[in-house]
């Protein structure tokens, strides 16, 4: 296990690169490449697994899996889709709009997104935005990328929701944060292409075979 407790919010000490490049016998080790490692690591199913029990009591510790460029690879392109989401092509969902020639800014607002439903199921392919437009094709792998015990769609649906403080009255008003009026219609869609691209590489991912 590396002495390395977690991404840390300071660049990585010398002494941790010295340590992975010994154990790798690899001198093109960089810190960046360290850094997407760890990263990649934190995304294994089968690290999740082993070590769920430590997880909830400390900060991860960081095995030294028998692939590190596979990992730090993973952990890049993972990065990658995490920070740039809101800016990537969003997924081509089946955009319904109850019949409407034409939106104008104030149909696209949100109070509360939900599932559709079929008798007695709820059906999470189905996203009903408004009153005005619904969301359909949502494929249900979407909801395998897992964030803090929920899926990264449901944190959307659940953040991006009208809501008022009963005692002081004060609003959160998430049309508020985007002067887009399609802000949170196109991000809905765009993680569902996150929480996707995520999977695919999360499950490709190797095992850890820690070396020794």
């Known amino acids: 296990m590396s002495r390395f407790t977690g991404i840390p919010a300071e660049p990585l000490p010398d002494t941790i690169l010295t340590d992975f490049r010994k154990t790798y016998r690899d001198k093109t080790i960089a810190k960046e490449d360290i850094f997407y490692y760890v990263y990649g690591i934190l995304h294994s199913p089968e690290y999740k697994r082993r070590f769920e029990a430590d997880l909830k009591k400390?900060?991860?510790r960081i095995p030294?899996?028998?692939?590190?460029?596979a990992f730090s690879k993973a952990g890049r392109e993972l990065a990658s889709w995490h920070l740039n989401y809101e800016t990537i092509e969003p997924y081509p969902l089946t955009e319904d709009n109850s019949g409407l020639l034409f939106l104008d800014n104030e149909d696209y607002r949100v109070e509360k997104m939900s599932?559709?439903?079929r008798p007695?199921?709820?059906d999470k392919t189905t996203i009903i935005y408004n009153s005005k437009i619904t969301l359909?094709?949502?494929p249900l792998e979407t909801y395998d990328y897992v964030v803090n015990g929920k899926s990264a769609l449901e944190w959307i649906m659940e953040s991006y929701q009208f809501t008022k403080d009963k005692d002081s009255q004060i609003a959160k008003d998430p049309n508020d944060w985007s002067e887009d009026p399609r802000?949170?219609?196109d991000l809905v869609k765009r993680i569902v292409r996150v929480s996707l691209e995520s999977m695919k590489i999360v499950t490709a991912l190797?095992?850890?075979?820690?070396?020794?």
């Not at 030294?64 to 460029?69: I, K, L, R, S």
């Not at 190797?206 to 020794?212: D, F, I, M, V, Y």
């Open 120 to 122: 007695k199921v709820i």
């Open 115 to 117: 599932f559709g439903r």
């Open 136 to 138: 359909f094709g949502i």
């Open 183 to 185: 802000y949170i219609l």
């Open 64 to 69: 030294y899996a028998q692939e590190f460029w």
């Open 58 to 60: 400390m900060l991860p």
């Open 206 to 212: 190797p095992a850890l075979n820690e070396r020794k």
